[in-house]
T-cell receptor, first 113, second 114 residues
């Protein structure tokens, strides 16, 4: 069975500071990893994915994530946070290309001015 | 990027009535569509996987007779909540997958059952 853990319910950061949203995963096969962002009463927007290749993945809106196989982690990062980045962030994993997605519980990111 | 729409975006209904939610892939053919349910401040829980032309596959604990799914074409899947009750109130999100790996999510439907 596959699973995702987002250990933080909420992350608070000041605008202009770097941010990290943590994610660890568990799959039996090859992990396909995703980050999505959700604004209030909206669907999910895709940020980035890791399938294979370079461990550092760059995505939308200046976000990036680093795949660490030994630590089974896929933390989301951004060098300089914006107030508009405040939203709910979900990490998701799929065991291979065609299985179903399993989501973490979500982490609320609050960026203060 | 690919676009997935949902209709309606918001619906309020009386207890005991049925509600149909549509999910459409607007610019690609979706061989597989998924229906998720999201409770307030909670994660997305997969309800069922819908494949065009075949019966949906429901996750454990999801009542298939209550949540009817029809995937009539490569661009349309519908979720019908039958005999809705207040506990069915939730945010329902669909997604669509083409022949590739990525899943494209709809904007969600807020269902409120009075």
């Amino acid at each position: 069975a596959q699973s995702v853990a987002q250990p933080e319910d909420q992350v608070n950061v000041a605008e202009g500071n770097p941010l990290t949203v943590k994610c660890t995963y568990s799959v039996s096969g090859n992990p396909y990893l995703f980050w999505y962002v959700q604004y209030p009463n909206r669907g999910l927007q895709f940020l980035l994915k890791y399938i294979t290749g370079d461990n550092l993945v760059k995505g939308s809106y200046g976000f990036e994530a680093e795949f660490n196989k030994s630590q089974t982690s896929f933390h989301l990062k951004k060098p300089s946070a914006l107030v508009s980045d405040s939203a709910l962030y979900f990490c998701a994993v799929r065991d291979g290309g065609y299985s179903t997605l399993t989501f973490g519980k979500g982490t609320m990111l609050l960026v203060s001015p | 990027g690919a676009v997935v729409s949902q209709h309606p975006s918001r619906v309020i209904c009386k207890s005991g009535t049925s509600v149909k939610i549509e999910c459409r892939s607007l610019d690609f053919q979706a061989t597989t569509m998924f229906w998720y349910r999201q409770f307030p401040k909670k994660s997305l829980m997969l309800m069922a996987t819908s494949n065009e032309g075949s019966k949906a596959t429901y996750e454990q604990g999801v009542e298939k007779d209550k949540f009817l799914i029809n995937h009539a074409s490569l661009t349309l899947s519908t979720l019908t909540v039958t005999s809705a009750h207040p506990e069915d109130s939730s945010f329902y999100i669909c997604s669509a997958r083409d022949s590739g790996i990525r899943e494209f999510f709809g904007p969600g439907t807020r269902l409120t059952v009075l």
